[in-house]
Structure formats: structure tokens, C-alpha cells
Nanobody, 117 residues
């Protein structure tokens, strides 16, 4: 089993920045990639960004391209989501997930991100 522990998040004004972190308890063959998802009140959960452990390839949802950056520290088994130019519509619970082949098997507990003036 793999545990994903998230940290960061909180409240910020529009235009501000935040960093989210997600630390994995261990690496397994089922942990090929880590991604961030978010769910706003009354909305479906949506993919935000993802990155692979070995090939460092990343992808982003259109809504966050150019504003969010996903990165990783292999030695720490940690993935980061740097969020800049935050907008009120970015307000959501952000959750880290890990898996392989587009299937996310492991999930963190979720972090609240609130963007408000």
C-alpha cells in the first residue's frame, strides 16, 4: 500500500500563489505517475496536472496551463504543484493521486484552496 500525504494549501487573494506538496510513502510498480485533481463545490472532480516519475513528462488541464507547474523530487518521493496567478475559480479541494496507465489507485486526503478577496 502507498500513502500520499499532502501539505500546503490555504487561502490567498486573486493573483496570489500557493504551493502544494504530495509525499509518497514508497515507490511501487503501480506508482508510475502522480497527479493533482480538484473538486469545487457542486462540480465534478477534474484533472489538474500530472507527472511521471521516470520520464519527467507532465501534462495540464487547459484551465491551468501557463499558471500551474507540476514538479517532483525523486529522492524525497514528493510532487509539487506551484500555482500562480490564482483565480477565484481555482477554489476547490485539491487531491493528490498516484497510479499507472491512467488509473489512479492511491489518493491523498485533500487540501482546501480558497482564492478570495
Amino acid at each position: 500500500q502507498v500513502q500520499l500525504v499532502e501539505s500546503g494549501g490555504g487561502s490567498v487573494q486573486p493573483g496570489g500563489s500557493l504551493r502544494l506538496s504530495c509525499a509518497a510513502s514508497r515507490r511501487t510498480s503501480n506508482l508510475y505517475a502522480l497527479g493533482w485533481f480538484r473538486q469545487a463545490p457542486g462540480k465534478e472532480r477534474e484533472f489538474v496536472a500530472g507527472i511521471t516519475w521516470d520520464y519527467n513528462t507532465s501534462n495540464y488541464a487547459d484551465a491551468v496551463k501557463g499558471r500551474f507547474t507540476i514538479s517532483k523530487d525523486n529522492a524525497k518521493l514528493t510532487v509539487y504543484l506551484d500555482m500562480a496567478d490564482l483565480k477565484p475559480e481555482d477554489t476547490a479541494v485539491y487531491t493528490c493521486a498516484g497510479g499507472i496507465g491512467g488509473t489512479y489507485k492511491y489518493w491523498g486526503q485533500g487540501l482546501q484552496v480558497t482564492v478570495s478577496s
